[in-house]
């Protein structure tokens, strides 16, 4: 429920920054140009011409993310949220199963499954609930 839509969005941004490839590399090679002209004018050393080519360039970058909104921070956005929600889910299932053999949480565990997992406490014999969890996040990650 959480990372689908983040997935989705992370696609997106993704498919943003590879549109604007061939637009950054024509913008470069014309601003090489204007720098290596510029360059001659003032004469400027390449190590100085390679300064404001650099600067310039990251300049425009910028300000191409900026117009079609996808800086490549944004993409990450799904990794900083799985991360956390692995941790505490992770967390939070061994402190369930590690519980004290006769506790209060075990003994909710042992009587508290459905269908034809009665005992959660026992592992599951039949596969179903892994390979099902495997299948959504194959789906996840595809979609």
Not at 16 to 34: F, G, S, V
Not at 77 to 87: A, K, R
Not at 100 to 121: C, I, K, M, R, Y
């Amino acid at each position: 429920a959480v990372t689908l839509p983040l997935a989705a969005h992370q696609s997106r941004l993704l498919a943003k920054l590879e549109n604007l490839q061939p637009e950054i590399k024509t913008l470069a090679e014309r601003l090489r140009y204007e720098v290596s002209v510029r360059g001659k004018q003032l004469g400027w050393s390449e190590k100085v011409a390679r300064f404001h080519f650099k600067k310039n360039l990251r300049r425009i970058i910028t300000e191409l993310y900026i117009r079609d909104n996808c800086h490549p921070f944004k993409a990450t956005l799904l990794v900083w949220v799985q991360i956390p929600m692995w941790v505490c889910v992770s967390l939070a299932l061994r402190n369930c199963s590690v519980g004290a053999a006769g506790s209060e949480v075990q003994e909710q565990f042992s009587v508290g499954g459905a269908l034809w997992f009665t005992d959660l406490t026992a592992p599951d014999s039949t596969w179903i609930l892994p390979v099902s969890l495997g299948l959504v996040n194959l789906l996840i990650v595809e979609v």
